[in-house]
């Protein structure tokens, strides 16, 4: 095509300086159009941001890319030769989905069962809380497959249909999980993502030996963790080499992972409530186990002057800890010595 544009650019301004040059003044005219039609025919296509010339002609594509660069064209009569840009540039996206419901349980409750053909069938899934789930993808377009690229709306349009496969498959996770079990079924749920996006048939593609793992099992709870680790290396190797996603997007996914899960509303309220008290309960036990040992040492301590059960000593301990915390005084006790309570400020005070 380059050859017939210069032919072309070169016949109209050549010829129409042979004919000026011998007398003629149209030829005049076809200089001035073939200069004109010359500087028309130069476009630079951009470094900054990482882009490509998608060739059409006759606004049809032809799948032709232009590299960056000045390069040649003729976005006129009677070629119409010209390109249409597109921003190559590796995409780090976050998608974010909320209000993703859960189940109440593993075993799905519900508030009303149906039987129907002899079988009982749920009506009614009870709702467990909902979730927040943040996916981060890394994609960039497949310079082989602009056309498709072009064909889904470019990068918006390929967002768009990435983020509602996603939150198809992930939505679908929460009618089968619990909301604690989505928080740790991330490995899962990245698997399911990738499949979903770059496809079964595309991902045995990319493996060495894809009959090795059947991709079209589902993937959940019941898989062994093993089996899970073994598919989560093969979907990351087929990620690394750059599949394409098998609805014809023309993007490759570099990389996926889920960043967050974490519960919504009432029910992360209700989640930092009951780790506030599993942190509260551990934080007794310790205490109790640290006034007991406190105790033992003040035992000790009492046995050269006075006896004392292990029960009377930890009361000692909690009334100097309230001292010690401001709430109290000291006091004399009877019968014990200065140097004893001495001796007894500072095993408490190394407590």
């Known amino acids: 095509m380059e050859i017939l544009i210069v032919s072309f650019l070169g016949l109209l301004i050549g010829g129409g300086s042979f004919i000026l040059f011998n007398g003629g003044w149209w030829g005049l ?7 004109i039609l010359l500087f028309q025919s130069f476009k630079k296509i951009p470094s900054d941001p990482p882009t490509v010339g998608l060739v059409t002609v006759w606004g049809e594509r032809t799948g032709e890319i232009k590299k960056e660069g000045w390069v040649l064209l003729a976005p006129y009569f009677p070629f119409v030769y010209d390109v249409t840009l597109v921003d190559v540039t590796k995409k780090n996206e976050d998608f974010i989905f909320e209000n993703v419901r859960c ?3 593993k075993n799905i409750k519900t508030d009303e069962e149906v039987e129907e053909e002899g079988k009982v069938i749920s009506t009614n899934i009870r709702s467990g809380g909902s979730v927040k789930v943040v996916v981060s993808i890394t994609w960039v377009p497949d310079k082989e497959k602009l ?3 072009t064909e889904s709306g470019g990068e918006a349009g390929v967002r768009r249909i990435v983020s509602d496969k996603m939150a198809e498959v992930i939505r679908q996770m929460g009618r089968n999980h619990n909301w604690e079990q ?3 079924a991330t490995d899962v749920m990245s698997a399911n993502l990738i499949i979903s996006i770059v496809g079964v048939n595309n991902v045995k593609g990319a493996m060495e030996n894809p009959d090795e793992w059947d991709f079209g099992k589902k993937l959940g709870d019941q898989i062994a963790d093993d089996e899970l680790e073994r598919a989560m290396e093969y979907l990351q190797n087929a990620l690394t080499n750059g599949v394409a996603d098998a609805h014809d997007l023309g993007i490759k996914i570099q990389r996926l992972n889920i960043k967050q899960v974490e519960p919504e509303g009432e029910l992360k309220r209700d989640a930092e409530k009951s780790a506030r008290e599993v942190q509260d309960r551990r934080a007794e036990v310790f205490e109790l186990a640290t006034e007991i040992q406190l105790a033992r040492e003040l035992k000790k301590a009492y046995e050269s002057k006075t006896k004392k ?3 009377e000593c930890i009361m000692e301990v909690r009334r100097r800890k309230t001292i010690r915390e401001g ?3 000291v006091v004399d006790i ?6 004893m309570i001495t001796t007894v400020s500072k095993i408490i005070g190394r407590g």
């Not at 009877?334 to 140097?339: N, V």
């Open 29 to 35: 005219l076809f200089l001035a159009i073939g200069v």
């Open 103 to 105: 189940v109440v349980s």
């Open 147 to 149: 056309i498709a690229y």
């Open 182 to 184: 989505m928080t740790f």
């Open 309 to 311: 059960t292990l029960e």
């Open 327 to 329: 709430h109290g005084k």
């Open 334 to 339: 009877a019968g014990i010595s200065p140097e």
